[in-house]
Nanobody
Framework: QVQLVESGGGLVQAGGSLRLSCAAS????????MGWYRQAPGKQRELVAT???????NYADSVKGRFTISRDNAKNTVYLQMNSLKPEDTAVYYC????????????????WGQGTLLTVSS
């Protein structure tokens, strides 16, 4: 199993920046895709950004050009740099990791972080 520990949430004014971090630990062979999801009050959880083991990234249209996802494989950590923040970005942000438990694994296992709250004020 993998444990994901998130940090970096907080309160920021519109137009400001903040960086979220998520560190994975535990017993596993390798991490495939890491990503960030968010859930605003009264809304469904939505995908924000993902980065695979090769560094390829994908972003939700709502954050393209403002957010940057990256990972440090040596530290098993994924980051989300958030710039030009808007009040609409206010949500609980969740780290997600899809990983192979063993070297011979043929399917992925998913782990979730506990969530960290971002509040963007106007």
């Amino acid at each position: 199993q993998v444990q994901l520990v998130e940090s970096g949430g907080g309160l920021v004014q519109a137009g400001g920046s903040l960086r979220l971090s998520c560190a994975a630990s535990g017993t596993f062979f390798s991490i495939n895709v890491m990503g960030w999801y968010r859930q605003a009050p009264g809304k469904q959880r939505e995908l924000v950004a993902t980065v695979n083991s090769g560094g390829s990234t994908n972003y939700a249209d709502s954050v393209k050009g403002r957010f940057t996802i990256s990972r440090d494989n040596a530290k098993n950590t994924v980051y989300l740099q958030m710039n030009s923040l808007k009040p609409e970005d206010t949500a609980v942000y969740y780290c997600n990791s899809n990983f192979y438990r063993y070297s011979w694994s043929v399917s992925l296992v998913t782990a979730w972080g506990q969530g960290t709250l971002l509040t963007v004020s106007s």
